[in-house]
C-alpha cells in the first residue's frame, strides 16, 4: 500500500476553533481542491459535537468529496498533579478514540502534556505512560492506533510539551510495547526542540505510523533564543518561528524521504503547513504538490 497524503487545517484552526468564522464542512470544500490530498486530519475542538448524527454528517461530506479521515490530531494532557484529572483528561481522550472509530479513521495523536514548572521528569514521563497505557485496551477495541508525537507545543496550550526533548521522548514511547502503539514524527518539531530532525527519525523510523510534514523558518530569532523563552513559561508559539511551505524551510526532505524508503513507509503523512488564511489555500498547494513529487521521486506513491 502506498503512503499517502492528508492535509491539517493549520491556518484555519483561529477561525475554526476561537472565531468560529468557518466549519468543518466549509473545510472540506476547500480541501477537496487540494492536489493528491485524500486524507484530513482534524482536530478535536473544530468539532461542533461528538454525537452520532454530527459525526455521521460529516463523514458522509468526506465521503462526498472521497476524503478519508484517517488522522486525529489530538492534544491531551496528561501532566496533571491530581489523580482526578489525569483520569479525566484520560476520558476525554477515550471521546477522542470513539470519534476516529465513528469517521472511519485508524489513528489518534497521544502526547504527554504540558511541562509544568513543578512536576520532575519522573513524575511526567510516569504519568504519560500510565495513561497510554490505560488507553491502549479503549483503542484497541475500536482498531486505532495511538501514536506519539515528538511535540512542540499545541497552539493553545499555555506551556511547551513536557516530552519535547528527544531523551525524555524516547524514554516514554521505549516503555510502550503495544501493536496499538506508534510514532507520529514531525521533522521541525525535533528541529524546535533543538534536536537533528535525522537524528530522531532514525531512532523511531521502524515505529512510525505517520509523519506530519511540516516546514519551519525562524524569521528574526535563533533557536538558542527559543531554547532560553522555554525555560519559562510561554503564553503562546514564539513569534520567531513560521510555519511555511514545505521543502522552502530548514528541513532536509530528500535525506527524510531516503529514510522513509529504507523502511517502506506506506502510512498517512499530514500536511501542516502555513499560519496565515490569506494565503493558506495557496501555500498548502505547494505543499501537497513538493511532497507528492517526493513521494514519487522515492517511490513511495
Given at each position: 500500500?502506498?503512503?499517502?497524503?492528508?492535509?491539517?487545517?493549520?491556518?484555519?484552526?483561529?477561525?475554526?476553533?476561537?472565531?468560529?468564522?468557518?466549519?468543518?464542512?466549509?473545510?472540506?470544500?476547500?480541501?477537496?481542491?487540494?492536489?493528491?490530498?485524500?486524507?484530513?486530519?482534524?482536530?478535536?475542538?473544530?468539532?461542533?459535537?461528538?454525537?452520532?448524527?454530527?459525526?455521521?454528517?460529516?463523514?458522509?461530506?468526506?465521503?462526498?468529496?472521497?476524503?478519508?479521515?484517517?488522522?486525529?490530531?489530538?492534544?491531551?494532557?496528561?501532566?496533571?498533579?491530581?489523580?482526578?484529572?489525569?483520569?479525566?483528561?484520560?476520558?476525554?481522550?477515550?471521546?477522542?478514540?470513539?470519534?476516529?472509530?465513528?469517521?472511519?479513521?485508524?489513528?489518534?495523536?497521544?502526547?504527554?502534556?504540558?511541562?509544568?514548572?513543578?512536576?520532575?521528569?519522573?513524575?511526567?514521563?510516569?504519568?504519560?505512560?500510565?495513561?497510554?497505557?490505560?488507553?491502549?485496551?479503549?483503542?484497541?477495541?475500536?482498531?486505532?492506533?495511538?501514536?506519539?508525537?515528538?511535540?512542540y507545543k499545541d497552539g493553545y496550550w499555555q506551556y511547551p510539551e513536557f516530552a519535547q526533548a528527544r531523551d525524555i521522548y524516547l524514554e516514554i514511547i521505549s516503555q510502550i510495547d503495544s501493536p496499538w502503539f506508534g510514532v507520529n514524527y514531525d521533522p521541525s518539531n525535533a528541529l524546535i526542540a533543538g534536536d537533528d530532525p535525522i537524528e530522531l527519525l532514525q531512532a523511531v523510523k521502524h515505529r512510525m505510523v505517520t509523519m506530519h510534514a511540516s516546514d519551519r523558518s525562524l524569521e528574526g530569532g535563533t533557536i538558542e533564543d527559543l531554547r532560553r523563552m522555554d525555560a519559562d513559561p510561554m503564553q503562546g508559539y514564539a513569534s520567531f518561528v513560521k510555519h511555511g511551505i514545505i521543502g522552502r524551510g530548514l528541513i532536509d526532505y530528500d535525506r527524510i524521504f531516503s529514510i522513509l524508503a529504507e523502511v517502506n513507509f506506506a502510512g498517512w503523512i499530514s500536511i501542516e503547513d502555513g499560519q496565515d488564511p490569506t494565503v493558506g489555500m495557496e501555500h498548502l498547494r505547494e505543499s501537497a504538490e513538493f511532497l507528492w513529487n517526493k513521494l514519487t521521486q522515492y517511490g513511495l506513491a
Open positions: 500500500m502506498p503512503a499517502q497524503l492528508a492535509a491539517f487545517p493549520k491556518c484555519y484552526l483561529d477561525d475554526l476553533v476561537v472565531h468560529h468564522t468557518m466549519t468543518l464542512f466549509e473545510w472540506i470544500e476547500k480541501a477537496a481542491t487540494l492536489p493528491h490530498v485524500t486524507g484530513l486530519e482534524l482536530y478535536p475542538p473544530a468539532l461542533e459535537s461528538t454525537e452520532p448524527g454530527y459525526l455521521q454528517r460529516l463523514k458522509a461530506a468526506m465521503d462526498e468529496h472521497h476524503l478519508q479521515m484517517p488522522m486525529m490530531c489530538a492534544s491531551p494532557d496528561f501532566i496533571q498533579r491530581d489523580t482526578a484529572q489525569r483520569e479525566a483528561e484520560i476520558e476525554r481522550q477515550k471521546t477522542v478514540i470513539d470519534v476516529v472509530a465513528a469517521l472511519g479513521g485508524g489513528t489518534c495523536r497521544v502526547l504527554s502534556g504540558q511541562r509544568l514548572p513543578d512536576v520532575s521528569r519522573a513524575e511526567g514521563i510516569q504519568w504519560t505512560v500510565e495513561a497510554i497505557q490505560a488507553l491502549l485496551p479503549h483503542a484497541e477495541a475500536r482498531g486505532v492506533i495511538l501514536v506519539m508525537e515528538n511535540h
